[in-house]
């Protein structure tokens, strides 16, 4: 059977991450009820607006395009299969829920790493012995469209992946199947990101047993 990787929200927000998911062997489920994606077998969180700052401790200086609703699912989503051990892939807010979820905090605003034009940047990372390393190796080119990034990690996470002036790029969790990256491999087809896709695909795989 074919891998369920539950997006929240509608496809026609997210046809990128489905054509990804797609092109990895996987089906995107895309629902805004968290209670259809109990016969999922992973998690996509997915880009979008910034988090509500109070959820992370801190009074809102420079956070926009705020989801309070999304925030609030997204939690729900993570609380569910964290609790599970189902695997978890979060990609640049996702990242961010990520962290804040494990109760981490955020940079609201962070020069140098949004769009230019419309248009992502490219930059350098280097990433340690990890998941992700596996796919990108110790150096790779990234892609950068985000105003946002971590501050103080959540509990039970590590930082893998940095950008040149030392913003995480990527984390992990010690434990639990969860990987987030600040990047956008949705936005990068075949490559690297197609790599991350597919294993990602590959872990809801063994997870599924």
């Not at 109070?54 to 999304?70: D, K």
Request: aromatic fraction near 8%; glycine fraction near 14%; charge should be negative.
């Amino acid at each position: 059977m074919t891998c369920a990787i539950f997006i929240l929200g509608g496809e026609e927000r997210y046809a990128n991450y489905r054509r990804a998911v797609e092109a990895a062997g996987g089906r995107a489920v895309f629902s805004g009820a968290p209670e259809e994606a109990a016969a999922c077998d992973g998690l996509l969180l997915p880009g979008g607006g910034d988090l509500e700052p109070w959820r992370y401790g801190q009074p809102n200086t420079a956070s926009r395009n705020l989801e309070p609703e999304r925030d609030t699912a997204e939690f729900v989503l993570l609380e569910r299969f964290t609790a599970a051990g189902t695997p978890v892939l979060g990609i640049c807010r996702g990242l961010q829920s990520i962290n804040v979820f494990f109760g981490g905090t955020l940079v609201q605003d962070l020069p140098g790493h949004g769009a230019v034009d419309g248009t992502d940047r490219l930059h350098p990372v280097r990433t340690v012995p990890s998941f992700l390393s596996k796919i990108c190796g110790k150096y790779a080119v990234v892609n950068s469209a985000h105003h946002q990034a971590t501050d103080r990690l959540g509990q039970g996470l590590e930082a893998v992946q940095w950008a040149p002036d030392g913003v995480t790029e990527a984390l992990e969790h010690r434990t639990l199947p969860v990987w987030g990256v600040q990047w956008h491999p949705e936005r990068l087809p075949g490559g690297l990101g197609s790599q991350l896709f597919g294993a990602f695909l590959e872990r809801c795989r063994l997870g599924r047993g």
